[in-house]
Nanobody
Framework: QVQLVESGGGLVQPGGSLRLSCAAS????????MAWYRQAPGKQRELVAR???????RYLDSVKGRFTISRNSANYTLYLQMNNLKPEDTAVYYC????????WGQGTQVTVSS
């Protein structure tokens, strides 16, 4: 069974940085594009960043220039480097394939607040 385990969230001040990690099973990681999603309270889940199996990336307009998605195929880990964080980035962050095919993990909470 495919498992996705997110980590790295926390409380950070505006302008700060966090690096999220997602451990994924090998089969799903090798075959599919991977993505980070987020869901803020009262809002629908949205796609934040996507990376293809070949390494091409795409970002939500509001995070372009601040977030960087990457993947390590050797250890089946997906990353999201988040810089210059803003309060509106506060959400639970999830990883999954794109489009989403696996069961959702528990996510990791990111809170940006002074």
């Amino acid at each position: 069974q495919v498992q996705l385990v997110e980590s790295g969230g926390g409380l950070v001040q505006p302008g700060g940085s966090l690096r999220l990690s997602c451990a994924a099973s090998g089969s799903i990681f090798r075959l599919y594009a991977m993505a980070w999603y987020r869901q803020a309270p009262g809002k629908q889940r949205e796609l934040v960043a996507r990376i293809s199996a070949g390494g091409s990336t795409r970002y939500l307009d509001s995070v372009k220039g601040r977030f960087t998605i990457s993947r390590n195929s050797a250890n089946y880990t997906l990353y999201l480097q988040m810089n210059n964080l803003k309060p509106e980035d506060t959400a639970v962050y999830y990883c999954n394939t794109e489009p989403s095919k696996a069961n959702w993990g528990q996510g990791t909470q990111v809170t940006v607040s002074s």
